[in-house]
C-alpha cells in the first residue's frame, strides 16, 4: 500500500516562494510517476506538474518557468518549488502517485496542504 503526506504549504506575498514535499510509502514509488495538482475554491481540479520514473517532466502553462518539480528516490520524496507566487497560484495542493502495469494502473492522493499567496 502507499501513503502519500504532503507539506510546506502556508501563506506567502506575492512574488514570494515555497517549496512543497511529498513524503511516499511503499515500494513502488521509484517506478511511480508523481504529480502534483491543485484545486482553488471553485474551479476544477488541475495538473500543476508532472515527473515520471525516468524524471521527465510537463507542467501546466500557468507555471511554466516558475515551477519546478522533482523528485528524490533515495528518500521517496517529491518537491514542488514555486517561485514567483501569484494570487492565483492560491489553491490546495495535493500529490498524487500513478503506478502502472499492462492493463491497469494504480492512483494513490495525499491530503492536500493549502497555499495562500496574498498581501
Known amino acids: 500500500q502507499v501513503q502519500l503526506v504532503e507539506s510546506g504549504g502556508g501563506l506567502v506575498q506575492p512574488g514570494g516562494s515555497l517549496r512543497l514535499s511529498c513524503a511516499a510509502s511503499g515500494s513502488i514509488f521509484s517506478t511511480s510517476a508523481m504529480g502534483w495538482y491543485r484545486q482553488a475554491p471553485g474551479k476544477q481540479r488541475e495538473l500543476v506538474a508532472r515527473i515520471s520514473s525516468g524524471g521527465s517532466t510537463n507542467y501546466a502553462d500557468s507555471v511554466k518557468g516558475r515551477f519546478t518539480i522533482s523528485r528524490d528516490n533515495a528518500k521517496n520524496t517529491v518537491y514542488l518549488q514555486m517561485n514567483s507566487l501569484k494570487p492565483e497560484d492560491t489553491a490546495v495542493y495535493y500529490c498524487?502517485?500513478?503506478?502502472?502495469?499492462?492493463?491497469?494502473?494504480?492512483?494513490?492522493w495525499g491530503q492536500g496542504t493549502q497555499v495562500t499567496v496574498s498581501s
Open positions: 498524487n502517485s500513478n503506478y502502472r502495469m499492462p492493463g491497469r494502473s494504480w492512483d494513490y
